[in-house]
């Protein structure tokens, strides 16, 4: 398979990489689902920018820098928000149905989540996401440059100093930087393995939940893009800071349904249960934060997780019931008629919430190109780490990042002269058998997640991180044996990639001592005077 470009990955990083290419070039795009099942689509908030003029860039700079907890990037972080708003007008002309209010200066409603001074999430009610990726969908499906290919799965990339050891016998070569010359993928259906070649692949895969037990994640998020940059060579960076959404939906018969943090910018209150006692109905925030509910998401995050273990809560309440049935059928369709599905009139009782894993604030080391370490490899979205979101995202700027560096990503790619592509090695696959237990994937799969939760969650201790590291190294030693003498596998690859990203969560939460942003440690609880990256350089091999 032969292309200018390949891309890893169908949420709003990838299509906008391959619109903004495909004039020009002749891209792929590789989804392990259905284009529409990335986190992508399940964004509920909106996309942050500077769109009125009681804002100002500065403004949402500022918002960023105190979420990010002194670790942003203040560069990349001046340099998306500055471009905040032509992404948002290029959304609007790809015709994305954005929630209107005539007296606004665009025309658009703008509202406001925790950690923003000012309204400025331009939003499709309370399914953003989704409305985006469809428009975009259309747009992918219907250009004849772009070729899709759903149900596949990507292993790894083709790197030339893997060519040179091949072609020298297994020894190392001398050779100049290795280069990204395209990758292998796997067709879920049939089960062969086609080898891409493309002058340029653009890894967007997006986050890592999936590496926790619980999470607003879709299934797809198994860390595959920042797993393979990682076995390919290049740096990742701040794997500690993992964001923890305050409120998803607690319930039995909803798996991963996320409470927009919009419910609280709009007016809704955390409250204490009937489970509390006497304290039922008590509204805590305020005792944990002077911005009460408004406060940025891992203090959200660590009150309402600290109220259930000393209360022994299953989970705490969020209440808009205040606002009439029609303002939150208006504001919130999607969320009001789920809830009302599962028995929960939200205009008259509580929302039951809980924490869950919801993003990636590290990754795959890139500039603001998402260029990556190496020469004809990118990384763009949630699976890279430009330096915006430091410590802790400030809430919808995860959308904004995704335009403004796949835009320049595109650019980039496009300035770029053409490469030459070695002939690249099909995939081998003498030397292996069909897996004799496929148990062994669901085992350590459950078991990984499982103590990822328990060890590496919202609250850490050396100890803790300590033995989800020694279970870690057993399980790659496992998992590693059974790669390389069985047949790949779907679930196979993703376990293998979730393992290799815990790794690097774990390591990058023990070497950072201090508490900072969503890394929170009781061993080392004080914030250290200067604010540095965690940066993870892999092994050479």
Not at 59 to 84: K, N, S
Not at 209 to 223: F, M, S, W
Request: contains cysteine; proline residues 5%.
């Amino acid at each position: 398979m032969k292309f200018d470009v390949a891309i890893v990955g169908s949420g709003l990083a990838g299509l906008s990489v391959a619109l903004h290419l495909a004039q020009t070039r002749t891209v792929a795009i590789v989804s392990k689902r259905a284009l529409l099942d990335g986190a992508s689509n399940w964004a509920q908030g909106g996309i942050a920018a500077v769109l009125d003029s009681g804002d100002s860039h500065q403004q949402h700079i500022e918002d960023t820098l105190v979420a990010g907890a002194g670790l942003c990037d203040e560069g990349a972080t001046r340099y998306i928000v500055e471009h905040g708003r032509e992404a948002i007008e290029w959304l609007i002309e790809q015709g994305v149905p954005f929630t209107r209010d005539p007296s606004a200066e665009l025309g658009f409603h703008l509202t406001r989540e925790g950690g923003h001074s000012q309204r400025r999430i331009i939003h499709a009610a309370d399914a953003t996401g989704h409305a985006v990726q469809v428009t975009l969908e259309e747009k992918v499906r219907a250009h004849p440059n772009i070729t899709l290919f759903e149900q596949h799965s990507a292993i790894d990339v083709i790197t030339s100093d893997k060519l040179a050891d091949k072609a020298h016998g297994g020894a190392k070569h001398p050779h100049s930087q290795p280069r990204c010359y395209g990758l292998y993928v796997q067709d879920e259906k049939s089960g062969k393995v086609l080898t891409f070649e493309a002058e340029h692949t653009v890894l967007a895969t997006g986050g890592a939940g999936k590496v926790y037990l619980y999470t607003t994640n879709p299934d797809t998020a198994t860390g595959d893009g920042i797993a393979m940059a990682w076995r390919a060579g290049c740096r990742v960076s701040n794997m500690e800071f993992i964001q923890f959404h305050p409120t998803c939906l607690y319930h039995p018969y909803a798996k991963s349904f996320l409470i927009t943090e919009a419910i609280r910018g709009e007016g809704g209150l955390l409250k204490l249960p009937v489970e509390a006692g006497a304290a039922a109905g008590k509204r805590f925030m305020l005792e944990h934060d002077p911005r009460g509910e408004l406060a940025p998401r891992d203090v959200v995050a660590r009150a309402i997780d600290f109220e259930m273990k000393k209360r022994g809560l299953d989970y705490v309440n969020l209440d808009i019931s205040h606002q009439s049935p029609e303002f939150l059928q208006e504001h919130f369709p999607t969320i009001y008629a789920r809830c009302l599905e599962l028995g929960i009139d939200i205009s008259k009782q509580p929302i039951p919430v809980v924490p869950a894993v919801h993003f990636t604030c590290g990754g795959i080391v890139t500039d603001l190109a998402g260029r990556t370490d190496m020469p004809g490899l990118y990384a763009v979205g949630e699976t890279a780490c430009t330096g915006l979101h430091g410590a802790n995202r400030l809430a919808s700027n995860s959308l904004l990042e995704c335009l403004v560096i796949g835009r320049a990503c595109a650019h980039d790619i496009a300035a770029l002269p053409r490469a030459d592509i070695p002939a690249l090695p099909a995939w081998d696959e003498s030397r292996v058998t069909n897996a004799d237990e496929e148990v062994v994937i669901a085992h350590n799969w459950d078991e990984l997640r499982r103590f990822m939760w328990n060890y590496v969650g919202i609250v850490r201790t050396t100890k803790r991180l300590e033995r989800a590291q020694h279970r870690i190294k057993l399980l790659k030693e496992e998992i590693d044996e059974y790669y390389r003498n069985f047949r790949i596998t779907h679930d196979l690859l993703e376990l293998r990639n979730l393992v290799e990203v815990a790794s690097l969560i774990v390591n990058s939460a023990l070497s950072r001592h201090e508490s900072r942003g969503l890394h929170f440690s009781r061993d080392y609880p004080n914030t250290l005077p200067k604010a540095l990256p965690t940066v993870l350089c892999p092994p050479r091999r």
